[in-house]
C-alpha cells in the first residue's frame, strides 16, 4: 500500500462543474502540498497545508489530521483546470515530499 | 526568468551511453532536489542537497548515478552505462530552508529515452 494515496485517478467534468479530489496518507506529516501538472511535465505548486483551509481564486484545499485526509477544490470548472493534481506529503522528520499517483482531471466545454 | 531551469528538455541515448543533466535552481534556493517520474505515476525522490551538501539519496539511485552540485549553486545528475529501465522524466525542484514546508518550486524537466 502506497503511503498517499489518491482518488480517483482519472475525473471528467463538464464546464462549471464542482471537482473534489481526495488523498490520504498514511505517514505522520510536517505539510500537505498539492501540485498541478500540465502535458510536458511542469510542476506547479498549488497549496503548502498543515491545518483547515485554503483557497487561492476557484481552489480550495482542505486538510484533517486527525483523519490524515485532505481534499482538492475545484469550484465552477474549466477546461484550463485540465491537469494532472498531485498530492504529496512532507513526511514528519524528513526532508522530502512522498507523492501520489496524481488524479488526471479533463474539464469538457 | 527567475525561475528552476532544466538542461537538455529532452535527451535521446543509446543503451550504454552516459548522460548528464543539468539543474540552476531559484538563486536564493539552498535546496535543490532531484525526483524521477515515470509514466502515469508521481515523482519519486533520488537525492537532496542542503547548499554543495548533498544529505539524502535515495535506495533508486544506483550507483551509475551520481549528483553534484559543486558550488551550492547549480546541480548536475550524471547517469553512466545507461538502462532502458531508466528512461522517465527527471525533474529537479528548490525551495529555501525549512524542511518540506516550503513550498517546492520545479523545472520542466529532462525527458530522457534511452533506446
Known amino acids: 500500500k502506497n503511503e498517499v494515496e489518491q482518488s480517483p485517478q482519472n475525473l471528467t467534468a463538464q464546464e462549471g462543474e464542482f471537482i473534489t479530489i481526495n488523498c490520504s496518507y498514511s505517514?505522520?506529516?510536517?505539510?500537505l502540498h498539492w501540485l498541478q501538472q500540465h502535458p510536458g511535465g511542469g510542476i506547479v505548486s498549488l497549496f503548502m497545508?498543515?491545518?483547515g483551509k485554503k483557497k487561492h481564486g476557484r481552489l480550495i484545499a482542505t486538510i484533517n489530521i486527525q483523519e490524515k485526509h485532505s481534499s482538492l477544490h475545484i469550484t465552477a470548472s474549466h477546461p484550463r483546470d485540465s491537469a494532472v493534481y498531485i498530492c504529496?506529503?512532507?513526511?514528519?522528520?524528513?526532508?522530502?515530499?512522498?507523492f501520489g499517483t496524481g488524479t488526471r482531471l479533463q474539464v469538457f466545454p | 526568468d527567475t525561475g528552476v531551469s532544466q538542461d537538455p528538455r529532452h535527451k535521446i541515448t543509446k543503451r550504454g551511453q552516459n548522460v548528464t543533466f543539468r539543474c540552476d535552481p531559484i538563486?536564493?534556493?539552498?535546496?535543490l532536489y532531484w525526483y524521477r517520474q515515470t509514466l502515469g505515476q508521481g515523482p519519486e525522490f533520488l537525492t537532496y542537497f542542503q547548499n554543495e551538501a548533498q544529505l539524502e539519496k535515495s535506495r533508486l539511485l544506483s550507483d551509475r548515478f551520481s549528483a553534484e552540485r559543486p558550488k551550492g549553486s547549480f546541480s548536475t545528475l550524471e547517469i553512466q552505462r545507461t538502462e532502458q529501465g531508466d528512461s522517465a522524466m527527471y525533474l529537479c525542484?528548490?525551495?529555501?530552508?525549512?524542511?518540506?514546508?516550503?513550498?517546492?518550486?520545479f523545472g520542466s524537466g529532462t525527458q530522457l529515452s534511452v533506446l
Open positions: 505517514v505522520g506529516i510536517s505539510a
Open positions: 497545508l498543515s491545518s
Open positions: 504529496a506529503a512532507g513526511a514528519y522528520n524528513t526532508d522530502k515530499l512522498i
Open positions: 538563486s536564493e534556493h539552498n535546496r
Open positions: 525542484a528548490s525551495s529555501s530552508d525549512i524542511r518540506v514546508r516550503e513550498k517546492l518550486f
